[in-house]
């Protein structure tokens, strides 16, 4: 048996350092909590970034998945499969559009959505060949392809992997008048996310989604939505624009959570006449809208619907966020989130974020911070009322003194 430092070493001697996780080693998860190695308990408040919304090893997820598993997982598209469709069905039911085409990573839809809104610019708005533009917000995360972080604001993600293509336009966030500015005759889309997650739970002003749209329908141009982290539930809604009206998207990003923390499932939604577009042969993945996934993404759209997690969140959602603004911790400069996705911005000259996710770590708690300054929290939808007390104890523990 390897000890904890001993994994730790290994790792750092095979593996690329593109990452810098916290000490822990963990071994096995049920529920909202973790164990390592040496058997100490973790409760997750990270979930993979959202990606573990029904918690650990869900009992259905892990049913769908071995059942699937024994009788067939990978068909290529090349041929039809017997699970795609119906879970392609539901999809576009819960999120009202009528057509779907799977992807794996949240990166590869968004990828997909970006050659979507060129190929509607060039048919549809008939803008001139190669010359389609999209505007896009500063500080997004919609991925680590070399397309999307070339749209990046955030120098750590995109430097130095240049060279980058021409056709984005930034904007600021939450800016309605700024997107309308940017707009020019060969604007083919608006790619936003709901709330930035990534750039430290930003919200955007109320009735900004809804003007965006607006203004995406004035210019003739897509009204792109990245929910790959909001979406499914995530905010207290089962996709974050419902909180506002007349905020729908012509075209829907959603992964991580699709894949009920078992396996990669991500897909791009929009109506028939806007993928109804795509022929053969123009995009694909060899694991795209496989069975395995289709089977486990069914069942994770299942269970989000059938224990009314969008709901829970929306109540626990509140706890979380009443307990923390009622925390006397002079250390906290504003607590801010939606649902179970909330963040603690911490002051400027004080520890960083990653200080107090080490400390979170010490007393029973896994964390992320984002961009230094921000404790992200963001919990399995299946928590329970007592483990969000249990947590708001070790967060005024952490940020004590
Ligand atoms: C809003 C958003 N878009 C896209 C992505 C990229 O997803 P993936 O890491 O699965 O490629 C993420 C991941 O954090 C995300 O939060």
């Known amino acids: 048996m390897h000890s904890a430092e001993q994994f730790i070493a290994q790792v750092e001697r095979v593996s690329a350092r593109n990452y810098a996780p916290l000490p822990v080693v963990l071994a096995r998860g049920a529920g909202s909590w973790v164990w390592d190695t040496e058997g100490r308990r973790y409760l ?38 017997d699970r795609m469709g119906a879970f392609l069905e539901l999809l576009c039911e819960l999120c009202g559009l009528d057509m779907a085409l799977p992807m794996n990573t949240g990166a590869e839809a968004v990828e997909t959505a970006i050659k979507l809104a060129r190929k509607w610019g060039y048919e549809v708005k008939r803008v001139p060949k190669d010359t389609a533009e999209i505007v896009v917000c500063r500080n997004n995360f919609h991925g680590r392809t070399t397309t999307i972080v070339g749209f990046s604001s955030e120098p750590a993600y995109r ?28 604007t083919v889309a608006f790619l936003v996310e709901p709330i930035q997650a990534e750039a430290g739970i930003m919200q955007p002003p109320d009735g900004y989604l809804a003007a965006a749209r607006t203004i995406c329908q004035r210019h003739d141009m897509l009204f792109m939505l990245d929910e790959i982290q909001t979406g499914l539930a995530r905010t207290g809604r089962f996709l974050a624009h419902q909180h506002e009206a007349d905020a729908a998207p012509d075209v829907l ?29 123009e995009h694909g993945s060899t694991f795209g809208g496989n069975p395995l996934a289709a089977a486990v993404g069914q069942a994770a759209l299942e269970t989000l619907r059938d224990e009314h997690l969008s709901e829970r969140a929306a109540e626990l959602g509140e706890q979380l966020l009443a307990g923390l603004r009622g925390l006397d911790c002079a250390a906290i400069n504003e607590v801010r989130g939606r649902g179970l996705l909330v963040g603690i911005e911490l002051h400027a000259d004080g520890p960083s974020a990653r ?12 964390t992320k911070d984002t961009h230094g300054r921000v404790i992200r929290l963001a919990p399995p939808l299946i928590i329970q009322a007592e483990e969000i007390e249990w947590l708001l104890e070790r967060v005024a523990m952490a940020l004590a003194d």
């Open 44 to 81: 997750d408040c990270l979930s993979a970034y959202s990606s573990l919304s029904l918690g650990h090893c869900h009992p259905r997820i892990v049913a769908a998945l071995t059942e699937q598993a024994q009788r067939l997982t990978l068909t290529s598209r090349a041929f039809h499969n």
């Open 159 to 186: 430097d130095p992997f240049g060279p980058y293509g021409p056709g984005f336009t930034l904007v600021d966030f939450g800016d309605a008048a700024a997107l309308e500015a940017a707009v020019t005759p060969n």
């Open 253 to 281: 990003i959603v992964g991580k959570a699709l894949g009920g923390g078992v396996y990669p499932v991500s897909a791009v939604l929009a109506n028939k006449d806007v993928l109804g577009l795509i022929n053969p042969s």
């Open 355 to 366: 200080t107090y996710c080490e400390r979170l770590l010490a007393l029973g708690v896994l």
